[in-house]
């Protein structure tokens, strides 16, 4: 056994170095890529579970870079926090995302709320209020057309500054959204003294609704949790009509997945938009 973790041991550092190689590599391509405009924003609809209209859309990012190809978020959001870089990553994010929304409203005459995910860095950034307020102008919309999803990780935290911008948020008529509820092992208390509009079920629960009896009671749990409190229900990763069926039962007010529809490029979600928008 002690040999073994010896020549562990020695594969492992050689291992570190790639990794570390791959990271700067990652970071100087990420710097380069907002000039170059290689990112872009996908949108997924978010329906009303029982009239499968869409209300709004969620803004998902995508990195495509020449030399390391489509990347997905989880990749490279991580770095970008770590870095900083994701302040100006997630102020180009929400500017792209409301002029998006603004022409969904006056292309296709359809008021949706787009829904835009934040990170714990970008939001405690002296300077995102203002961010905030110059996007909404810049693309002449309303407060309320931006949802701003955040997940317990933050509020974990507990801090002053962070109940003061979701007070201030909530004040200029910006939306709130709880992303992956359910996963951050945190207390619940947070949701009555912080201004929420809309909690999010992490699709880890809605996954295995269907088979696992304690999933099915956590979801129904949530839903009546979240409404008692006045909150808005969004289940995640929705892929199958027996699911899309259990939380239209339980009253879940919106749905998101697979099932309606997957993350589009913003030219096939206008598209999806004119047939599925009405
Ligand atoms: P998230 O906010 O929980 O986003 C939902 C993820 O679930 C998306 O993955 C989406 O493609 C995926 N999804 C949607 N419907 C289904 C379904 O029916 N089944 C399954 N299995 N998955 C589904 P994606 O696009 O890869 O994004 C991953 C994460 O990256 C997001 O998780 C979010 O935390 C983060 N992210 C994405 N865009 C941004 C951004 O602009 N800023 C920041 N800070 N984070 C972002
Ligand atoms: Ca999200
Ligand atoms: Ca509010
Ligand atoms: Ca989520």
Redesign the pocket.
């Known amino acids: 056994a002690k040999h073994a973790g010896k020549s562990a041991y020695a594969r492992f550092t050689p291992d570190m170095t790639e990794v570390s190689h791959e990271r700067l590599q990652m970071e100087s391509l990420m710097r380069k890529a907002l000039e170059q405009g290689e990112f872009e924003l996908f949108f ?1 609809p978010i329906v009303d579970t029982t009239s499968g209209r869409v209300m709004a859309a ?4 995508r990195w495509n870079n020449p030399v390391l190809g489509l990347v ?3 990749r490279f ?1 991580p770095l970008a926090e770590e870095t900083g870089l ?1 302040l100006t990553i ?1 102020e180009w ?1 929400i500017n792209e995302a409301l002029l998006e929304a603004a022409h969904w409203r006056r292309e296709i005459g359809l008021e949706l709320q787009v829904a ?4 714990p860095r970008q939001f405690r950034d002296a300077g995102f209020l203002d961010r905030i307020s110059r996007a909404l102008e810049a693309a002449n919309m309303p407060a309320d057309t931006l949802e701003l ?1 955040v997940t317990e990780r933050l509020i974990l935290d507990n801090s002053i500054e962070t109940a003061d911008i979701l007070k201030q948020l909530d004040q200029r008529g910006i939306r709130l959204s709880v ?2 509820f359910g996963t951050g092992y945190s207390a619940l208390s947070y949701l009555k003294s912080y201004p929420f509009n809309t909690l999010k079920i992490d ?1 880890s629960f809605v996954h295995d609704v269907l088979k696992e009896a304690e999933d099915a009671s956590l979801v129904r749990a949530i839903i009546n949790m979240a409404h008692s409190l006045g909150l808005r229900v969004i289940a ?4 199958e009509e027996a699911q899309s069926h259990f939380l239209q039962t339980e009253g879940c007010d919106c749905s ?3 099932f309606y529809g997957r ?1 589009m490029s913003s030219q096939a979600f206008s598209h999806w938009l004119q047939t599925n928008g009405r």
């Open positions: 997924q969620e803004a998902l990012l997905m978020p989880d959001i994701i997630g994010v835009v995910n934040v990170s999803e992303d992956d699709k995640e990763g929705v892929e998101q997945g697979f993350p």
